[in-house]
T-cell receptor, first 111, second 114 residues
Framework: DAKTTQPPSMDCAEGRAANLPCNHSTISGNEYVYWYRQIHSQGPQYIIHGLKNNETNEMASLIITEDRKSSTLILPHATLRDTAVYYCIVSPNNAGNMLTFGGGTRLMVKP | KAGVTQTPRYLIKTRGQQVTLSCSPISGHRSVSWYQQTPGQGLQFLFEYFSETQRNKGNFPGRFSGRQFSNSRSEMNVSTLELGDSALYLC?????????????FGPGTRLTVL
């Protein structure tokens, strides 16, 4: 599976957009980009996923570059409750539910 | 709809013992996956079950095993416990093991091995 690289930590001011980058330069054509987050002491929570096109849902937007070698998760108006570790995962479409988590980005939203 | 439930939530065992953890998926979900989370190794995939069959297995020794029942509930077992097995064990469920199928994680079982 392709590996991902994320900054270990980021800060964001409450109410501002949080832009979390992820590098996946070795991604294959059949691999999807998933984002999960884990709030302290809880199980991970699915945020969004995509293959080629940009995606948006009620939680976030996912921007994937045209060459698919990197992506950005955007939380449009970060709140204190968005403080969490965010994981960017690439997984082939035949891997079922086997996710390979990396170190993630610890996002701290500050008032 | 009730979420994924895991029992017990906390467990203390001693080296050499064995332990069984239980996971009840969301109603209607047939795929269950297990993960181990430790401070040193992070979140690591253990195994995945769908319709009572193991579909994928992570890189863990044979002391780690699991099974799934006809009602989709799943159990994992760790035999001959070692200190390094102390971890948060997370269970996740989804409708099917298909691409893009959102996985819902339970709160985990925190296992401490003394």
């Amino acid at each position: 599976d392709a590996k991902t690289t994320q900054p270990p930590s980021m800060d964001c001011a409450e109410g501002r957009a949080a832009n979390l980058p992820c590098n996946h330069s070795t991604i294959s054509g059949n691999e999807y980009v998933y984002w999960y987050r884990q709030i302290h002491s809880q199980g991970p929570q699915y945020i969004i996923h995509g293959l080629k096109n940009n995606e948006t849902n009620e939680m976030a937007s996912l921007i994937i570059t045209e060459d698919r070698k990197s992506s950005t998760l955007i939380l449009p108006h970060a709140t204190l409750r968005d403080t969490a570790v965010y994981y960017c995962i690439v997984s082939p479409n035949n891997a079922g539910n086997m996710l390979t988590f990396g170190g993630g980005t610890r996002l701290m939203v500050k008032p | 709809k009730a979420g994924v439930t895991q029992t017990p939530r906390y467990l203390i065992k001693t080296r050499g013992q064995q332990v069984t953890l239980s996971c009840s998926p969301i109603s209607g979900h047939r795929s269950v996956s297990w993960y181990q989370q430790t401070p040193g190794q992070g979140l690591q995939f253990l195994f995945e079950y769908f319709s009572e069959t193991q579909r994928n297995k992570g890189n863990f020794p044979g002391r780690f095993s699991g099974r799934q029942f006809s009602n989709s509930r799943s159990e994992m077992n760790v035999s001959t416990l070692e200190l390094g097995d102390s971890a948060l064990y997370l269970c996740a469920s989804s409708s099917t093991p298909s691409e893009g199928d959102e996985q819902f994680f339970g709160p985990g079982t925190r296992l401490t091995v003394l």
